[in-house]
């Protein structure tokens, strides 16, 4: 070995050490090519002295230590070059002749000044990135003299990404909050929230560990695209999980080789004129910084433009962004990144790839915001917090013991008020209400009943009106709370507010100049509140002060307000949002719902216009004209008038819901009729639930006609379920509902318990429900005994869960098809489910697809199929059986008529089993199809199975495809026709 040699020379001369090196490159060149014997290693530092180890390596270093000028100026400041020196590397022509000259003359100016230029390249990381995997190898350790000289950083590419490092860190160390000096630092309230990866056809992919998986390869579908695509409800958190990106790359934590990172709201891409031009270079600069002075040759947009992998953008709130200018599927016009083009269409070029291809940018949206597949690389939606997560919220947010029991006391009560607060802006707030007024008023304590999101938003404003109307300092301790006197107090600037809001609902503007915040009535006064927020990062645009209020959902809360407390408006005029969705769903007569199915032309317009805020506005108005809330509303608008406006709600909800319900897609199937409904429904639901009314409730069960509801894919979560179930308890006859693939987990399900006495079909496939929630059916399943369908595919559901469904089973005598494929059920569940359907009469269909049952849960099965009655179709694939398991479920089927589709797809059986296999076919008991793809089966074992078939009448198929048969002994099996490879 080299490293021996080398230690036996005790002080080389440059003849020996070269005869070393050429001995040992000699020695490696066969054992490069395989000869076996030592390995070669190149010199590591402290081997030899630093020269030798930069001429080893001259054309590495010349090839990637790029910053010329950092290297002649820390060389210059040392004293290790003189002026001349500088002189002399300028006048050669290009970077990398410049570099071999500074090579040349340290060699020759001795070792120092070569150790220099290595702890050059050690200490100014990010100007020479390239070198550090470099400097690993060498395993370079500065020596104790280097670490007493100065090194400086005046490469403009590491100068800016260390500016915009500190910028970053700086503005993001903050989560907002409604006044300034409450605001609390991201590390110390910051909770991971769920991060669920969906394929392109909206699948489930699992979910994210953390935040640097956003920019690895987990997930990617579309290797060509070039956008990570976050999509989430409003207030999931995507603008703080974006934050918590820039403060993890601010912070160096992030792990990402990113050089740049530039973040973006898409809302500025709308605040320019028409006509407006601009090119990329300013677009970038202009919004984040120049680069220092000391960049004349533009080093740094050239850097961005060379390597563009090295660069991060954020795009948050793609849904802000107004319909007109952006569709990305015409987006045809392609901008160089020299041009000057609207801002819009530098947006859409670099989103599509055609500006800074390969550059990495995390968009974010509203759940609902469309996006071409081909453009994007990987899509994530955010689910809030999990139960988990909200647990360390609280933990995080509440500081004091007494009040972090008082809220877990709540919590524990509530599973409602759990589904609120997975929404983290709705937990935030109950969150900080509840610390406010708890610290304010010495009886507050949050509702018993099963608490709105318009009780939410009152408390909120509360919140905000409380602190204004009598500043801290001035309080006197403690004193009592009375809602309505603090809303009369502050109802002039209420009022002010809630009429901005109308007024930008009406426009659908959100941001709003000093002019027209005037024209309101706001005094700097009443801006104190905290209501609005300014901007300022429009002003970069060259326009005045700006404002937005804390949360869009705030600015809906104010707007339904202002549509309940104005007393000038024609009655009207409250269902103006509604009738606003309506029209946006041409020909669809369907009230408070999103633009689901619109005509071409609408669809172009508004592609990616989210009307999100007017549906909240639709809620909370609903909510606010509730017979709950009028305790609080009747001190604020004439009773008289809160009395018309409720009950013109009330009549449009009525007829609207019936139309709605009359106008869904139904189909007739063989066990009655069944009605799809779409995301808006839901909205529906959220709306009935505000309003509180039994009577409208009642109806819209009673509209119900079909007895099958398909819910899935609404995007619903846990907090809906307590509006279905609001609707569901005036339901007399019974009703199939399916759920699958929505979020409602383990607080949504308990939520639904009342509901459970009249589902015959529960379908809750791919909704992260756990062991407690299977707990809650079993207790109600049983004792309803109604229940036909029981779907929990895709959950996390284990052993302890496997034997509340077998208790299910074993109760619920009318049980026919069971779904429990993608759990984490062992053998021990297994066994578990296979006794209780062994004992089964009505049990039809049982899917175990992707659990772990192996061979013992296999014998389990065996012993269930053994004579069973009723079961038709078995899926026990992907759950590691081997041939042992494979076997005994073979001899066992000798002795059952009634199966017809046996799945074993993707186990481990060997040909061992096919002779089993081959007596089963034989003995024609009545199965049908036979599923045994992707096995270790060869042809050996398939010739049994097809001279079995011989014998057998009843199988229609033995599908064999991905076992290990060649392509030429597939052609062996093409005369018999039931043996499937395809
Ligand atoms: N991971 C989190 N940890 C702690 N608090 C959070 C988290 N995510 C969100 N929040 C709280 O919720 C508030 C709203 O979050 P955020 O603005 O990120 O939501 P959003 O999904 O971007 O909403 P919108 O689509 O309406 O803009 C934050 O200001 C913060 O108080």
Redesign the pocket.
Request: hydrophobic share 40%; no cysteine.
């Given at each position: 070995m080299l490293l021996i040699e080398l230690n036996q020379l005790d002080t080389p001369t440059d003849e020996e050490l070269d005869a070393v090196l050429c001995i040992n490159l000699s020695r490696s060149i066969p054992n490069m090519i395989g000869n076996g014997g030592e390995e070669f290693l190149p010199p590591t530092f402290g081997q030899v002295p630093p020269s030798r180890i930069i001429n080893w390596h001259r054309e590495l270093l010349v090839s990637r230590a790029k910053s010329v000028q950092c290297m002649l100026d820390n060389l210059l400041q040392s004293d290790f070059f003189c002026a001349e020196d500088v002189e002399i590397v300028r006048r050669t022509p290009t970077k990398s002749d410049q570099m071999r000259k500074i090579l040349e003359l340290i060699q020759c100016k001795g070792e120092d000044v070569c150790e220099y230029f290595i702890y050059v390249l050690y200490k100014v990381h990010d100007a020479y990135m390239d070198l550090q995997p470099w400097l690993e190898d060498i395993q370079y350790q500065p020596s104790e003299p280097m670490l007493m000289i100065n090194v400086v950083n005046s490469d403009p590419i590491s100068r800016y990404c260390d500016t915009l490092r500190h910028e970053l860190g700086r503005d993001t160390q903050f989560?907002?909050s409604y006044a300034q000096q409450e605001e609390a630092r991201l590390e110390d309230?910051?909770?991971?929230?769920q991060m669920e990866l969906i394929n392109d056809r909206g699948e489930s992919l699992g979910f994210l560990q953390n935040q640097d998986q956003l920019l690895d390869e987990s997930g990617v579908f579309n290797p060509q695209g070039d956008v990570v695509y976050i999509t989430?409800d409003?207030?999931?958190?995507?603008?703080?999980?974006l934050q918590k990106l820039q403060n993890l790359w601010s912070k160096g934590e992030l792990r990402t080789d990113a050089v740049f990172f530039f973040r973006f709201r898409c809302r500025m891409f709308t605040a320019f004129q028409e006509t407006a031009e601009l090119s990329l270079r300013d677009l970038l600069f202009k919004h984040s910084r120049y680069p220092d002075d000391d960049d004349p040759d533009d080093e740094v947009f050239e850097y961005v433009v060379r390597h563009p992998e090295r660069t991060v953008f954020t795009f948050d709130?793609y849904d802000e962004i107004e319909g007109g200018g952006v569709d990305l599927l015409s987006a045809e016009q392609v901008v160089s990144p020299e041009d000057k083009a609207h801002p819009l269409l530098l947006l859409n070029n670099l989103l599509c790839g055609k500006l800074l291809r390969g550059s990495q940018k995390v968009l974010?949206a509203?759940t609902g915001t469309e996006l071409p597949n081909r453009v994007v690389r990987k899509k994530v939606s955010l689910r809030g917090f999990s139960p988990a997560n909200l647990q360390s919220?609280v933990a995080l947010h509440f500081t004091t013991p007494e009040h972090r029991q008082l809220v877990s006391v709540h919590l524990d009560a509530s599973p409602h008020l759990c589904g609120l607060c997975s929404t983290?802006?709705f937990c935030?707030i109950v969150f900080k209400s509840f610390k406010h007024l708890r610290a304010v008023h010495s009886d507050f304590a949050l509702p018993e009943k099963c608490i709105t999101l318009t009780d939410v938003f009152v408390l909120f404003t509360e919140v905000f009106l409380s602190r204004w109307a009598l500043p801290a300092r001035r309080l006197p301790k403690k004193r009592a709370r009375c809602t309505s006197e603090t809303f009369k107090s502050g109802l002039g600037s209420l009022g002010a507010h809630a009429t901005l809001a109308l007024q930008g609902m009406e426009k659908g503007r959100f941001i709003f100049n000093q002019e027209e915040v005037s024209a309101c009535d706001l005094t700097e006064e009443d801006l104190l509140l905290g209501f609005l927020r300014p901007v300022h990062r429009y002003d970069a645009c060259g326009g005045e002060a700006t404002y937005e209020f804390l949360?869009?959902?705030l600015q809906s809360f104010l707007a339904a307000l202002a549509l309940v407390l104005d007393n000038s408006l024609d009655v009207a005029s409250i269902l103006q949002f509604f009738t606003e969705c309506k029209r946006k769903r041409e020909g669809l007569n369907l009230p408070c719902a999103s633009c689901v199915t619109k005509s071409s032309k609408l669809r172009e317009r508004d592609v990616f216009k989210s009307n999100e805020h007017l549906q909240f506005t639709n809620l909370f108005l609903c909510g606010l004209l509730a017979k709950d809330q009028s305790s609080l509303m009747e001190h604020l608008v004439p009773p008289v008038l809160l009395k018309k406006k409720r009950a013109l709600l009330k009549a449009y909800l009525s007829t609207s819901i019936k139309s709605h319900l009359r106008g869904l897609p139904t189909y007739k199937s063989g066990e009655g009729t069944r009605v799809h409904v779409l995301p808006n429904f839901v909205w529906m639901l959220r709306c009935i639930f505000e309003t509180g009314s039994n009577d409208v409730a009642r109806l819209t069960a009673k509209g119900i006609t079909a007895n099958f509801i398909k819910l899935g894919y609404c995007n619903m979560y846990s907090g809906d379920c307590t509006a279905l179930n609001f609707v569901l308890q005036h339901r007399q006859k019974q009703l199939g509902v399916d759920m699958d693939n929505n979020n409602i987990n383990d607080y949504g399900v308990l939520q639904l318990r009342p509901s459970f006495s009249k589902m015959t079909v529960v379908r809750l496939c791919v909704n992260q429900i756990s062991d407690s929630s299977v707990k809650v059916l079993a207790e109600e399943l049983v004792k309803h005994k109604i229940v036909k369908v029981l779907g929990l595919y895709s959950n996390h559901i284990t052993d302890t869960g496997a034997k509340y469904v077998a208790q299910i089973i074993e109760g619920c005598p009318r049980l026919r098809v069971l779904k429990l494929g993608k759990n984490k059920i062992t053998s021990v569940g297994g066994m578990c489910l296979a006794n209780a359907i062994k004992m089964s009469t009505s049990i039809f269909d049982v899917g175990m697809w992707g659990n772990t049952v192996g061979d013992e849960g296999a014998k389990g099965f065996a012993e269930a199929l053994r004579n069973h009655p009723s079961l038709n179709s078995l899926s026990l694939s992907v759950n590691g059986i081997t041939s042992e398991g494979g076997k005994i479920l073979a001899e066992a089927l000798l002795e059952n008529t009634i199966l017809r589709i046996f799945w074993l797809v993707e186990n481990k059986l060997t040909d061992e089993v096919a002779p089993h296999l081959a007596k089963l076919v034989k003995a024609n008991t009545g199965l049908s199809h036979l599923w045994l793809i992707s096995n270790q089966l060869t042809a050996i074992g398939l010739r049994l199975l097809q001279e079995a078939l011989a014998h057998n009448t009843a199988l229609k198929e033995i599908c064999v495809k991905g076992n290990n048969v060649s392509e030429e002994e597939e052609k062996l099996f093409e005369a018999n026709k039931r043996l499937r490879f395809h």
């Open positions: 989560i907002m309230l910051y909770t991971p929230t989430g409003a207030g999931m958190g995507k603008s703080l999980l709130g974010t509203r919220y983290p802006l935030w949360h869009m959902t």
